[in-house]
Structure formats: structure tokens, C-alpha cells
């Protein structure tokens, strides 16, 4: 099985800035893409950042310039920067990463259980 921890989430006031980590480990062959997602309250879970495991990244629109999500291949982690936080960024963010077993050798999506942030002052 495969185990993504996240940390870092907490209260931030507007304008601030914030750092999540996330952390995987198991039976882990490699992993390719990993993402965060968020859901805030009474809306469904949205994609916030993808990055591949060569680097290249992407960002929903509502971040963009914002926010950066970068990874450590090594140490099987990624890390979103938000910065210029805005009450719409109140949600639980979501670690998801797709990783090849090293006991099945296939692709499995996996999902940490998620951190708040909430953005108020």
C-alpha cells in the first residue's frame, strides 16, 4: 500500500502566504504525476496544480501566478506555495498522486486525507 501525508495546512489572513508538503511512502516503484486538489464547502473537489515527474506543471486558472507546485523525486514529495492568499482559497487541499506498485508493477491513484487552510482575517 501506498500512504500520502500531508502538512502544513492552518489559518492564513488574506494577502498571506502558505506552504503544503506532502509526503508519500509504501510499496512505491515510482510515481509519476502527482497533484493537489481542494474542496471547499458545498463544492465539488477542483484540481489546483499538476506536476509531472519530469517537472512540467500546470494550474487551474484561479491560481495561477499565485501559486507553485514543485517536487522532490528523491524524497517522493511535493510542495504547493501559495502566496497572495483570497477567502476563495478556504478549502481542504487534497494530496493525489499516480504511483507504479514495486509489488504489482501497475498504476494506482492514491489520495492523503487532506489539510485545511482557511483564509480569514
Known amino acids: 500500500q501506498v500512504q500520502l501525508v500531508e502538512s502544513g495546512g492552518g489559518l492564513v489572513q488574506p494577502g498571506g502566504s502558505r506552504g503544503l508538503s506532502c509526503s508519500a511512502s509504501?510499496?512505491?516503484?515510482?510515481?509519476?504525476?502527482m497533484a493537489w486538489y481542494r474542496q471547499a464547502p458545498g463544492k465539488q473537489r477542483e484540481l489546483v496544480a499538476i506536476?509531472?515527474?519530469?517537472?512540467?506543471?500546470k494550474y487551474s486558472d484561479d491560481v495561477k501566478g499565485r501559486f507553485t507546485i514543485s517536487r522532490d523525486n528523491a524524497r517522493n514529495t511535493i510542495h504547493l506555495q501559495m502566496n497572495n492568499l483570497i477567502p476563495e482559497d478556504t478549502a481542504v487541499y487534497y494530496c493525489?498522486?499516480?504511483?507504479?506498485?514495486?509489488?504489482?508493477?501497475?498504476?494506482?491513484?492514491?489520495w492523503g486525507q487532506g489539510t485545511q487552510v482557511t483564509v480569514s482575517s
Open positions: 506536476i509531472t515527474r519530469e517537472g512540467p506543471s
Open positions: 493525489n498522486a499516480d504511483v507504479i506498485s514495486n509489488q504489482t508493477m501497475t498504476s494506482s491513484a492514491y
Open positions: 509504501g510499496t512505491i516503484f515510482v510515481i509519476l504525476n
